[in-house]
């Protein structure tokens, strides 16, 4: 990759606004906002830029850490922070007080296995009273809730048996172990949806 060649999503562009539009009043009291599986840089550098408010931390694992950086190299934030390595199954958690995480397109891609890792870790690492939002396609009562994405989670087990669109239903029930209770369940463009959900103080 050459400084001019910057990774690029048109998935992300297509999708950005729609989920500024359900984040932006979920995170209007929060801080600070870990962004767990950055990909590209290209939703960090728009939801910064849109809720100055926010201090964002972007995260991934280190092969994407560069095409992150050159993101917010051109965006010039001051509240973006130098993203950080995470793999869930492995790594330290990322250093810095959060008060919310948001995650997009990540879940079907890692395994069962490693989603329950990211949830117990949530609970583990995040403050009671924060919020977590996590965007992508969901099954409902393990039906698909179209074609396409019945397709697309074909296509996803033929690069990786372990990966798949996951059970709304099995992702509530970890997030719930974890200590968050469901806010909302937001529909969105393309058969996705954005989950929230709040983490509740312990009494």
Not at 2 to 9: A, L, N, R, V
Not at 86 to 102: K, L, Q, R, Y
Request: net charge negative; proline share 5%; hydrophobic share 40%.
């Amino acid at each position: 990759m050459t400084m001019f060649e910057k990774p690029f999503s048109q998935a992300c562009e297509n999708n950005k606004q729609p989920i500024l539009d359900v984040i932006r009043p979920l995170f209007q009291g929060s801080k600070s906002i870990l962004e767990i599986g950055s990909g590209t840089g290209q939703h960090a550098v728009f939801f910064a830029e849109a809720m100055p408010h926010l201090q964002w931390q972007c995260a991934d694992q280190a092969e994407y850490l560069a095409g992150i950086q050159q993101w917010l190299d051109d965006a010039s934030l001051a509240n973006i922070s130098a993203p950080q390595t995470f793999e869930v199954n492995s790594s330290a958690w990322p250093s810095g007080n959060f008060d919310g995480v948001f995650s997009a397109n990540t879940l079907h891609i890692m395994s069962w296995a490693s989603v329950q890792v990211l949830f117990q870790r949530l609970g583990e690492n995040m403050p009671e009273d924060s919020l977590l939002a996590i965007y992508g396609p969901f099954n409902y009562q393990g039906k698909f809730t179209s074609d396409s994405n019945a397709q697309f989670d074909q296509w996803l087990k033929s690069r990786d048996p372990q990966s798949g669109i996951r059970d709304f239903e099995a992702v509530c029930e970890q997030a719930e172990t974890a200590g968050y209770s469901l806010l909302n369940d937001h529909a969105m463009p393309a058969n996705n949806r954005l989950l929230c959900w709040h983490k509740k103080t312990r009494r």
